[in-house]
């Protein structure tokens, strides 16, 4: 059962730097994707980042050379590096962890973290 922790939101300057961390606690094997969301007042939640099992990853546009995700699969952990922060980047930060089953043909289960506020402001 995945289970997800994230740490390491918070408050900073625009031109900041934080970083996320995302433990899945139930150390499942097999997980296909893991990655970052991100929901503002108002908005929809959008994709910011992930990393697919094989070392692919993909970026939302407006993050492109300003975040890197990372994967430890030894500590089932994922990892948001966020740099050059700006007040746009204020939301809150969900963990998305993405499993499918060994069926035929497989099904998908999506898990979420808690979430974790980042506010970027002066």
């Known amino acids: 059962q995945v289970q997800l922790v994230e740490s390491g939101g918070g408050l900073v300057q625009p031109g900041g730097s934080l970083r996320l961390s995302c433990v899945d606690l139930g150390s499942t094997p097999g997980v296909y994707s893991m990655g970052w969301y991100r929901q503002a007042p108002g908005k929809q939640r959008e994709l910011v980042a992930n990393?697919?099992?094989?070392?692919?990853?993909n970026y939302l546009d407006s993050v492109k050379g300003r975040f890197t995700i990372s994967r430890d699969n030894a500590k089932n952990t994922v990892y948001l590096q966020m740099n050059s922060l700006k007040p746009e980047d204020t939301a809150v930060y969900y963990c998305?962890?993405?499993?499918?089953?060994?069926?035929?043909?497989?099904?998908?289960?999506?898990?979420w973290g808690q979430g974790t506020q980042v506010t970027v402001s002066s």
């Open positions: 990393s697919i099992s094989g070392g692919s990853t």
């Open positions: 998305n962890a993405v499993w499918y089953t060994g069926s035929n043909p497989p099904v998908e289960f999506d898990y």
